[in-house]
């Protein structure tokens, strides 16, 4: 079973910087796409950004273009999530996935790290 933990979330003012890390176990995470989700009070999750094993492909959502990065230390087995001009939008509980089979699926999944964004 892989273990996954977020950390760095926070309260920052609207146009700020905050960087996600997720933690993960396993000797293999070297072969784990990994995403970062979020959920907002009363929404659905929502995707956020994702990064393929080797680190040369990214993948975001619309909303976090241009603003958000996501990279891995396949070393370290963490992954982050900088997050650039944060909007009060931005405001959610945010969740790392590990997809460990490679289906598209993400079958492991941190407790969440709150990011809150004020006006």
């Known amino acids: 079973q892989v273990q996954v933990v977020e950390s760095g979330g926070g309260l920052v003012q609207a146009g700020g910087s905050l960087r996600l890390s997720c933690a993960a176990s396993?000797?293999?995470?070297?072969?784990?796409?990994m995403g970062w989700f979020r959920q907002a009070p009363g929404k659905e999750r929502e995707f956020v950004a994702a990064?393929?094993?080797?680190?040369?492909?990214?993948n975001y959502a619309d909303s976090v273009k241009g603003r958000f990065t996501i990279s891995r230390d396949n070393a370290k087995n963490t992954v982050y999530l900088q997050m650039n001009n944060l909007k009060p939008d931005d405001t959610a509980v945010y969740y790392c996935g590990a997809d460990t089979d490679g289906i598209g699926a993400y079958n492991y999944w941190g407790q969440g790290t709150q990011v809150t964004v004020s006006s």
């Open positions: 396993g000797r293999t995470f070297w072969r784990y796409a």
């Open positions: 990064i393929w094993s080797s680190g040369g492909r990214t």
